[in-house]
């Protein structure tokens, strides 16, 4: 193993530093595509040994998954906390946020500004993503992993809420375990 390799020591670290920092820990911006490549090559690995060991990659698979949706939900957390202080008027310390968690940010600014000002002001008409492009979806149920057409490995738990493209979300809604949310 060289140094550059991703381990699941790797994900523990971050994990404990999310954990023990309120604000966003520093984390490499190929962070999230490491840990699924690691997480993809355990599953490669799988085949290739013994029922024996195969139980134990198994295992190894689940704490690795389970230690990555912990560090998103920790951060994605401290992200919404951002974004509401940022609509209330805040200068959050967004510096450390990843190109994906930055959009998050900026979509969630959007959206609480939007109801914001059609609640408190009566501004008639929220600012809509397009219909034919974007859709959001309320997962009903949890659904196995699997890769979407944007070739993007999706683990989605009941209650999770997603912005897709409108391909996926028509067939999650089709199977029954998806519910599109309009703005």
Do not use: C, W
């Amino acid at each position: 193993m060289t140094e550059d390799e991703f381990t699941y020591k790797n994900l523990r670290n971050a994990h404990q530093l999310e954990k023990r920092f309120s604000p966003l820990s520093d984390l490499e911006p190929s962070f999230y595509m490491r840990a699924r490549k690691y997480i993809s090559m355990l599953e490669s690995m799988k085949e290739e040994v013994s029922p024996s060991q195969s139980k134990i990659l198994e295992s190894e698979i689940k704490n690795a998954r389970l230690t990555l949706e912990r560090i998103y939900e920790l951060r994605e957390k401290k992200i919404t906390s951002a974004a509401l202080s940022k609509v209330r008027g805040g200068n959050p310390d967004i510096k450390k946020l990843l190109p994906a968690e930055h959009e998050l940010f900026e979509e969630l600014v959007r959206i609480l500004t939007a109801f914001r000002n059609k609640i408190m002001y009566g501004e008639k008409e929220v600012e809509k993503i397009p219909k034919d492009t974007r859709g959001i979806l309320l997962i009903k149920e949890d659904i196995p992993t699997f890769v979407g057409t944007d070739m993007k490995r999706y683990h989605l738990k009941k209650n999770d809420v997603i912005s897709m493209g409108e391909d996926m979300y028509k067939t999650l809604e089709k199977r029954g375990v998806g519910e599109r949310i309009n703005l």
